[in-house]
T-cell receptor, first 113, second 113 residues
């Protein structure tokens, strides 16, 4: 079982460059999420998609865009990367609402220089 | 969602029980208590959750006080592999918007020989 798969695992960008983080889940979950984690801090929600066809802002959405491509895939795009976006990014998925567990990917380490 | 307070760090001897406290004094009636852990910057892993009754699964036990203002996660026989950051999260399951979680900074548990 792959669960939640993120690509790439590591990326170095120059300031102003753009890139897309890809996420796919094979658990047929309705909801998907993107979090970021800075050193010594907890995870903060960037965007989420409660169900296919919907996306909503989380706690720290500025500088990011998302696309729920289909039920399996949820991508995160940085249009013009900034050093403040250096972080570890986690994608996650779950069934919508209820007492359902959230499953996380292994993370994508992004450095913006 | 209610705010939680956890000690920043705790130590435990291998083979002993690890008792991780969490204060959630502003919890409301619809809010569940969730515990996740994060090992070595991997994606967070679900441990257990509960509303008001004590819960037990193969990983841990969750003890919630009668007034629900605090809870304790118990790892009955801690091993070195339980060294991780443990997050206590309170969430209202009826607010909609998927199953998003709000993470604090958690408790760094260090299990030693």
């Amino acid at each position: 079982n792959a669960g939640v798969t993120q690509t790439p695992k590591f990326q170095v960008l120059k300031t102003g460059q753009s890139m897309t983080l890809q996420c796919a889940q094979d658990m047929n979950h309705n909801s998907m999420y993107w979090y970021r984690q800075d050193p010594g801090m907890g995870l903060r929600l960037i965007y989420y998609s409660a169900s296919e066809g919907t996306t909503d802002k989380g706690e720290v959405p500025n500088g990011y865009n998302v696309s729920r491509l289909n039920k399996r895939e949820f991508s995160l795009r940085l249009e013009s990367a900034a050093p403040s976006q250096t972080s570890v990014y986690f994608c996650a998925s779950s069934e919508a609402n209820g007492q359902n567990t959230i499953y996380f990917g292994e993370g994508s380490w992004l450095t913006v220089v | 969602d209610a705010k939680t307070t956890q000690p920043p760090s705790m130590d435990c001897a291998e083979g002993r029980a690890a008792n991780l406290p969490c204060n959630h004094s502003t919890i409301s009636g619809n809010e569940y208590v969730y515990w996740y852990r994060q090992i070595h910057s991997q994606g967070p892993q679900y441990i257990i959750h509960g509303l008001k009754n004590n819960e037990t699964n193969e990983m841990a036990s969750l003890i919630i006080t009668e007034d629900r203002k605090s809870s304790t996660l118990i790892l009955p026989h801690a091993t070195l592999r339980d060294t991780a950051v443990y997050y206590c999260i309170v969430r209202d399951l009826f607010t909609g918007g998927g199953n998003k979680l709000t993470f604090g900074t958690g408790t760094q548990l260090k299990v030693e020989l």
